[in-house]
């Protein structure tokens, strides 16, 4: 049985509000040792930051929405097998996930080793 993407993600996740100076954003990724975190706007998916990237911009004074990349995610019903096609695909290691794309209220966040445990989960 193919596992759905809600049934492993992490509700805990650190979001990024899209009004956020960059230079916070960045130092908040940094505490909590992430490279890929959702923006949100009023806790709707609006974007992704990818830290790596955004480091070169530090001390700028930009906004994260004005150097946020489109959003990739998942639905809560897409499997891991899906999941991890899109991690590869957009070269990240981790992908919020969203309700549903009418509404885009982010749920939670899957990584790329949650999605590993899974697999190897199902060979066994």
């Known amino acids: 049985m193919v596992v759905q993407v809600k049934d492993v993600m992490s509700r805990h996740l650190v979001a990024i509000s899209f009004e956020s100076e960059l230079d916070n954003a960045l130092k908040m990724m940094g505490i909590a040792k992430v490279g890929v975190a959702p923006v949100l706007d009023n806790g709707k998916l609006v974007g992704l930051l990818k830290r790596r990237e955004a480091e070169a911009l530090q001390g ?23 999941a991890g096609r899109k991690l590869v695909e957009n ?9 549903n794309e009418s509404d885009m209220t982010c749920i939670g966040i899957i990584t790329s080793t949650e999605i590993a445990n899974e697999m190897k989960k199902e060979k066994k």
């Open 60 to 82: 700028s004074g930009f906004k994260v929405k004005e150097v946020m990349h489109e959003p990739v995610y998942l639905l809560g019903t897409e499997n891991v097998h899906e």
């Open 91 to 99: 070269g990240i290691t981790r992908l919020p996930v969203v309700n």
